[in-house]
C-alpha cells in the first residue's frame, strides 16, 4: 500500500534567536525534534531560523502554521528583554499575554516570596493557551492552535517534547533501509538510482556519499511508511545497480 496524503502529518520548527544566527550557539534542537518525530510518525517538513525581530517572528510562524499541521518554536521565552517570543505568538493570534496564576505560583514555591518583573515575563501566556509542562526545571512552555512554544535549552527543550508528543495526531511510522555501494561514486549510479527514484515517487531516496582510507562509494537510504513496498523496492534497487554493472552492492543491516 502507498502513502496517501491522509497517512502523512507534518510539522515545522521554528528557531528562534539571535545566538544562533551568530553562530555563537549551536542549534541541536532541531535534530532531536526531528528524531522525536519521526518515532511518532510526523514529519519535520520544514525548518526556519530567525533573529529576536518581532514581525520576523511572526510573519514567520503565521506562515509555517498555514501549512503544516503543527509547528514547534524553539527558543526566546526567558526572562531578558529580547526574549519575545510569546509576544510574538500572541501577536500571530491576535490575542493578549496574561499571566498564568499556575506559573506564578511555581515561581513563588521556587524562588520565595514576591517574583520579580524579569521572572514575571516567563509566565506570560497567550489567552485561550495551554500549558506545555517542564519536567526539568524552570517555568513551563505553552500551546496554542498548533503551535507548541518550548524552551531553547536543549535539555529543557526535551523535556518538554514529552507532554507534546502525546497531544500530536501521529502517523505511520517511517522505516528505513540502506543499500551500501562501494567503489562507485555518485555518478556512476545516478542512472539506475534515478530510475527507480521516478518509479517510486511516493517513496524517499537518498544517495549520501562517503569516502576514507578504505575507499569510498555511497549509502542509499530508502523511507517509506509501508514496510512490505519497502522491501520490494530494496530489492529492485538492488537489481538495478547490478543490471548496470555495479557488482559490489549490499544492503545494511541495522545492529
Do not use: C
Amino acid at each position: 500500500m502507498s502513502e496517501t496524503a491522509d497517512d502523512r502529518v507534518t510539522a515545522a520548527v521554528l528557531v528562534i534567536g539571535d545566538e544562533i544566527l551568530s553562530g555563537r550557539t549551536q542549534d541541536t534542537n532541531t535534530r532531536d525534534i526531528a528524531r522525536y518525530l519521526g518515532v511518532i510518525g510526523i514529519d519535520l517538513a520544514e525548518t526556519r531560523t530567525v533573529p529576536d525581530v518581532m514581525q520576523e517572528i511572526v510573519d514567520a510562524l503565521n506562515a509555517l502554521r498555514s501549512r503544516y499541521d503543527y509547528v514547534i518554536t524553539t527558543g526566546g521565552i526567558g526572562p531578558t528583554h529580547d526574549d519575545i517570543t510569546a509576544d510574538a505568538v500572541a501577536l500571530a493570534f491576535g490575542v493578549e499575554l496574561y499571566e498564568h496564576p499556575d506559573i506564578i505560583a511555581m515561581m513563588a514555591a521556587r524562588w520565595g516570596g514576591e517574583v520579580n518583573g524579569a521572572r514575571r515575563r516567563m509566565a506570560r501566556i497567550p489567552v485561550g493557551g495551554d500549558l506545555v509542562k517542564n519536567p526539568v526545571q524552570g517555568p513551563p512552555g505553552f500551546t496554542i492552535g498548533n503551535v507548541f512554544t518550548l524552551a531553547g535549552v536543549p535539555q529543557i527543550m526535551r523535556g518538554m517534547l514529552e507532554d507534546v508528543g502525546p497531544r500530536m495526531r501521529g502517523g505511520r511510522p517511517t522505516v528505513s533501509r540502506t543499500v551500501r555501494v562501494e567503489g562507485s561514486g555518485e555518478g556512476v549510479i545516478a542512472a539506475p538510482l534515478e530510475a527507480v527514484a521516478k518509479a517510486h515517487p511516493d517513496m524517499s531516496l537518498g544517495s549520501y556519499p562517503f569516502y576514507g582510507a578504505d575507499g569510498y562509494g555511497s549509502n542509499l537510504v530508502l523511507r517509506s511508511r509501508d514496510a512490505d513496498q519497502l522491501g520490494e523496492v530494496v530489492v529492485e534497487l538492488i537489481a538495478a545497480l547490478k543490471g548496470a554493472g555495479i557488482e559490489n552492492v549490499v544492503e545494511v543491516v541495522a545492529a
